[in-house]
């Protein structure tokens, strides 16, 4: 039997799909077809405000995507060398808050250490910001997507711990999402007609 899975594949470097692997332990042959993808923005912003640590707290990560953001950032040459020199060494001294062990691996790849991994989602982090930060602190920088909720700018706020949001990515239908779609079911129904 065959499944259609939309989503994206997990990235190639770490192995096949683990929904496909399982599927396929199943005798279910599945297909992978991306619906979303993410358009980042708002790049410079977001390095003209990681260029001032002195005025934030630290950071709060959410997403993985926010991080890539980052790292396109950080592709361009001065800025990898204004990150390398100065910038890393003095938001290593700041906390790093972050949902979730994928995006913990992508903020040691910066070279941060993060912190609240195990939280598992926003409200759980929130707590966890709050057990730790000073009402009326320096701003928590919050690096995140279009469609990000408000469970943790909200439970911040509450509390009195300023965050700062800054929108670095959207999220958007995968441009190849149609064709597809379309080339998937031609497929089987090619296959139908042989049998």
């Given amino acids: 039997m065959k499944v259609l899975l939309l989503k994206d594949p997990k990235d190639k470097d770490s192995g096949p799909d683990p929904y496909v692997k399982e599927l396929a332990l199943h005798g279910l042959e599945a297909t992978l077809i991306p619906v979303l993808s993410f358009e980042f923005i708002s790049l410079e912003s977001l390095f003209e405000k990681l260029s001032h640590p002195e005025c934030y ?6 997403s993985p995507r926010a991080l890539e953001a980052i790292k396109i950032c950080l592709k361009e040459n ?45 409200e759980k982090l929130a707590e966890f910001i709050c057990s730790r930060e000073k009402p009326n602190s320096s701003s928590l920088l919050f690096p995140c997507g279009a ?22 990515y959207q999220t958007t239908q995968h441009r190849h999402l149609q064709e597809s779609l379309s080339s998937y079911f031609s497929q089987q129904r090619e296959l139908k007609r042989f049998k």
């Fill in 57 to 62: 707290g630290g950071l709060v990560f959410t």
């Fill in 147 to 168: 469609l990000k909720r408000e469970v943790l700018p909200t439970a911040l706020k509450e509390k009195g711990i300023p965050l700062e949001s800054v929108t670095v």
């Fill in 78 to 122: 001065s800025k990898s060398e204004a990150w390398s020199k100065s910038l890393k060494q003095s938001w290593s001294t700041k906390p790093v808050y972050v949902v979730g062990k994928a995006t913990a691996s992508l903020v040691e790849e910066i070279g941060l250490i993060p912190q609240g991994e195990k939280s598992g989602n926003a």
